[in-house]
């Protein structure tokens, strides 16, 4: 058995300091020294106390000396030299309360009961794989000149760092210090840690020279993981692949400034830094930014898995704002958001309901909170129900700002030039009919399926004319599409893309009155004729055809019709009706008996010559109506949801 060798009183090198002597003094009975109230500015005998014996204590003393079996607790001294505690295992609490401590702790793959640093200062702490029972405290005035590793730490109770002030000015000293080089990308590295309890940073002030002031990328916090009451920093706050057991919350009136720039910087600046990176974090409750919390710089949850809700409200941005693929088992509320918000994307976001003031800023007429980002995405954004619906073409103007998006395609070889294209995705409209229509309202529902296919043809035609070849091919390929625009624009004329079916009815009825009228003025000139061979053989109408014009209206001329129509074959034939003409032409599958009985006159004027022909495209109106009315009821065409 290997016997590990334990320091002795005696191998100390010089004489005790007073404050030594008051420390070995207090270690036989409360284990509690006080040497002032506050943290000492100056240096002197009855305040300073070397690190060595701290040492000492903390290792179990010898047996001329042993320590009070809880802690070592010490306030308001003076600490010199290094406090090297890496792999010492021991059942004590380490406290420093309100002391000056030259150099940085080492606690690498140390075992302690506790830590608690509160109201210190030191230049740096270095505790990777730190392993405790209790808390780790650093908070209450406690302050660090260098950084902070407790990256794979694993500690049994809460970390808090409340009213702490993280700050350093030379990442380059600080580098020379770092055993582990990841732990030099940030003020604060708890990464990989496990944390059984809460993880505060409320107060906090930390300045970082690096790209992030809190790196905890891949730990696992047990409770509530909360940044508020003022907290401030410059720097990213990384939490991406985090477990949270509990909230994550950014409140009352904290601020987060990406890559160390100022509130002076260009708006284009700010989405190319992040302030928030939660990219994959996991929260078995509520997330929540909101009460005055402001973001200078992008704020990517993307990915995430929110057991609760996800409360956006009373915040300010500016930068970008990312929720692609992220879950929200309960509420999502976007709600009072101010500041300006360059790309909002919200693709593949699923949320349970919706809740945001677009009703509210609508009825007030305000700006909503949708409306500070310049550019939406709303691909795949689905989302159970609304709190509030609001006005719906308001709504349906807020899903076409984050349905169209712009695709740069690569340049082909049939290209000379580069095209952009203005991309639109109809899920979105999709999504918000099928909503509308669960809820009942099914005319609002088939508003927006219409706007959707009409975006849509409207982005296909674009694409066409976009992705022409620039060679003899490109004059055909321009008549095919614009035909398919033509065809889709009369579609939708007539059939509102199977979503306004009653637009048909008035088309109809515009051909019908039309052709009527039409037919009509054509009788009043005698240019209409019976059709039954019995009545043209007859003698009266014979006599009629000799004694009136001959060919067309002349003056001092009557019209053989007119002339026939006072013969008594003339009362027992079917009397013409327009209306009923243009009825039984238009409907095939309608006969009235008018279309039998009566033609236009191709050789008795130019109202009985166009006459002739343009029955024929009425029927041919009637044939396609009904055709195409039969597809878009069963389905066939046009509506398919």
């Not at 100056?42 to 047996?63: F, P, V």
């Not at 009961?113 to 109201?119: I, K, M």
């Not at 949850?301 to 970008?320: H, M, P, W």
């Amino acid at each position: 058995m290997t016997t590990i060798y334990t320091p002795r009183l005696t191998d100390l090198s010089r004489e005790f300091t007073i404050a030594e002597r008051e420390l070995l003094t207090c270690s036989k009975t409360t284990g509690e020294l006080i040497l002032s109230d506050s943290r000492p500015d100056l240096q002197s005998s009855s305040n300073t106390i070397r690190a060595e014996l701290i040492r000492y204590l903390l290792l179990g003393g010898c047996s001329k000396l042993r320590p009070h079996p809880k802690q070592v607790q010490i306030t308001g001294a003076w600490i010199t030299g290094e406090l090297d505690l890496i792999l010492i295992q021991t059942s004590l609490a380490l406290q420093l309360f309100k002391c000056n401590i030259e150099k940085p702790i080492k606690l690498f793959d140390a075992r302690i009961f506790g830590l608690d640093l509160s109201g210190s200062m030191i230049p740096a702490l270095y505790a990777h794989r730190l392993h405790t029972v209790g808390p780790v405290h650093l908070r209450n005035g406690f302050q660090c000149n260098g950084i902070v590793d407790l990256s794979r730490a694993n500690i049994g109770e809460k970390l808090d760092c409340s009213k702490s002030k993280f700050l350093l000015g030379d990442k380059q000293n600080c580098r020379a210090h770092v055993f582990n080089d990841d732990a030099a990308n940030a003020l604060l590295d708890i990464s990989d840690s496990n944390i059984k309890g809460c993880v505060h940073f409320n107060g906090a002030i930390m300045k970082s020279p690096f790209e992030n002031s809190v790196y905890a990328n891949g730990a696992t916090i047990g409770n509530d993981f909360t940044f508020s009451r003022r907290f401030f920093s410059i720097g990213t706050v990384d939490i991406t692949g985090a477990t949270i057991r509990g909230q994550l919350s950014f409140s009352n009136k904290s601020t987060i400034i990406a890559a160390n720039k100022d509130k002076k910087s260009k708006f284009n600046a700010w989405e190319k830094f992040i302030a928030l990176r939660a990219d994959g974090v996991q929260v078995d409750l509520d997330v929540l930014i909101r009460n005055r919390f402001t973001c200078f710089g992008s704020l990517d949850l993307s990915n995430a898995r929110i057991g609760g809700q996800l409360c956006c409200e009373g915040c300010r941005i500016v930068g970008s704002v990312s929720f692609q693929q992220t879950r929200v088992d309960r509420t999502f509320f976007w709600r009072n958001i101010v500041g300006r918000i360059n790309i909002f994307d919200l693709r593949s976001l699923r949320v349970l309901v919706l809740d945001d003031d677009f009703a509210h800023a609508a009825f007030n007429n305000k700006r909503s909170s949708w409306d500070i980002a310049e550019k939406s995405l709303f691909t795949n954004f689905s989302y159970s129900s609304l709190k509030i619906l609001g006005d719906i073409r308001g709504r349906l103007k807020w899903l076409e700002r984050g349905s169209f998006y712009s695709l740069s395609h690569a340049q082909p070889q049939s290209r000379k030039l580069r095209s952009d294209v203005k991309v639109f995705d109809g899920q979105p409209y999709t999504h918000f009919a099928q909503l509308l229509e669960a809820s009942g309202n099914g005319r609002a529902a088939a508003l927006a399926r219409y706007l959707r296919e009409e975006y849509t043809s409207a982005y296909q035609y674009s694409h066409r004319k976009a992705t022409m070849p620039l060679d003899w091919r490109r004059s055909i390929a321009f008549v095919q599409a614009l035909s398919l625009r033509l065809l889709d624009r009369l579609f939708c004329i007539l059939f509102g893309y199977g979503h306004k079916p009653f637009r048909i009815i008035i088309f109809s009825g515009a051909v019908v009155l039309l052709s009527s009228f039409y037919f009509m003025e054509t009788y009043s000139r005698g240019e209409m004729a019976p059709s039954s061979s019995v009545v043209l053989t007859s003698l009266e109408w014979q006599s009629a055809s000799l004694a009136g014009c001959p060919i067309a209206q002349e003056f001092n001329c009557d019209m053989p019709l007119r002339l026939w129509e006072n013969s008594t074959t003339y009362k027992d034939y079917e009397t013409f009706s327009a209306i009923g003409y243009g009825l039984d032409l238009f409907l095939p599958i309608l006969d009235l008996g008018q279309e039998r009985a009566w033609s236009p006159s191709p050789g008795r004027g130019l109202f009985g010559k166009i006459g002739f022909y343009l029955r024929w495209i009425v029927q041919v109106c009637g044939w396609i109506v009904v055709i195409v009315s039969a597809a878009v009821v069963t389905g066939l065409i046009g509506r398919r949801d």
